[in-house]
């Protein structure tokens, strides 16, 4: 099982790149660049690649509607070059608050339009003269619209590679299916590894069942918050008014796809009040109402047989990459507790 860490959005970001060799040494071997509506991810990871020497680099996600898809597989082309091929692209269509909220862009189509970036991207990297002719992206313009100038184009460098990796983040079973069809790597959220099989088993199937073998197995990515001792239990509640965001605030009633993972995990009830809660103002209300199980089960948070534990259950499940956010007082706290994660899953 592969360790990754997520890198902060909010803050501080120079200052953990600064720290990123001790990780590295301690086992880290990915890491991943968010992209809400924060600073831009690209500008991050490009420090990041001239940062680091051995170290994957991720975006973790860009979304799809921000950038054209040409651009999208031209940034990932570069950050690929720029890092010497160490560079894996993680895409996602986010959702409307943020798609169009911050960047006035409709969101619709997230399925087809995940296909289609998909499938431009890798027509572009190798090197192919760039002809789409699909529902949503239509490449050269044709006839009637623009100017008619356009012509098809390929990429004036040479990509390092010609199949740089493609993560996809997804929640809903539609989207889960899609993505182990097509992409590398899967990345969900709020992963309850007991819980999985039942809420995503059947659509990884049906995907899985149409993949292409040179695709290779899937990547199954999973957070969680890292803290080892007989005495960090108390150290999930952090966790509660960022479970409550989601769950809660990351959309409107009935389009809001965190509040429908809760529900597919059976917590129908507590998705239900903490939803009302969060968009009602109560805010704290709304965190105190997020299951502890829920909280516990998705955490690396306890003794180190309870992380033992939790780690073979997410093996068992699927999962390939354990993205860990390390929770210590100091930085050499933080760094031993990759050590001993990478120990455990050894």
């Not at 860490?5 to 060799?21: D, N, Q, R, V």
């Not at 992206?137 to 184009?153: A, D, F, M, N």
């Amino acid at each position: 099982m592969r360790i990754g860490m997520p890198l902060s959005y909010a803050g501080g970001f120079k200052e953990t790149i600064a720290e990123l060799a001790d990780y590295e040494k301690a086992g880290l071997e990915i890491v991943f660049v968010a992209e809400a509506y924060s600073f831009d991810a690209v500008s991050q990871l490009g420090y990041l690649a001239a940062s680091t020497e051995r170290m994957q680099i991720a975006s973790g996600i860009l979304q799809l509607y921000t950038r054209t898809p040409t651009l999208t597989a031209m940034t990932a082309a570069g950050l690929d070059y720029v890092s010497d091929g160490r560079f894996v692209l993680g895409i996602g269509a986010s959702g409307p608050q943020v798609v169009e909220g911050f960047h006035g862009v409709p969101y619709d189509a997230p399925l087809a339009r995940t296909r289609e970036v998909v499938e431009i991207c890798r027509k572009v990297w190798r090197r192919e003269r760039l002809v789409h002719d699909g529902k949503h992206y239509r490449i050269p313009l044709p006839e009637g619209q623009g100017t008619g100038l356009g012509k098809p184009l390929k990429i004036i460098n040479r990509p390092v590679r010609e199949r740089i990796p493609i993560v996809i983040a997804a929640i809903g079973p539609k989207n889960v299916e899609l993505t182990a069809e097509i992409a590398e790597g899967w990345a969900p959220i709020f992963y309850v590894p007991e819980k999985a099989g039942q809420v995503w088993g059947s659509a990884l199937t049906v995907g899985r069942d149409k993949r292409d073998p040179e695709l290779g197995g899937l990547d199954v990515i999973v957070q969680a918050t890292l803290a080892i001792g007989d005495d960090v239990s108390g150290l999930l509640e952090f966790g509660r008014p960022m479970a409550a965001l989601y769950i809660g605030g990351m959309g409107a009633k009935g389009r809001n796809f965190y509040n429908d993972l809760a529900r597919r995990y059976g917590y129908e009830r507590e998705a239900e009040l903490i939803q009302e809660a969060y968009l009602d103002g109560r805010k704290d209300e709304a965190a105190a109402l997020v299951p502890y199980e829920l909280l516990e089960k998705m955490s690396l948070i306890g003794s180190e047989g309870f992380v033992r534990d939790r780690l073979a259950a997410m093996r068992e499940s699927g999962v390939t990459t354990v993205n860990v956010t390390p929770v210590a007082g100091t930085h050499a706290e933080r760094v031993r507790l990759i050590e001993r994660i990478r120990e455990l899953v050894s």
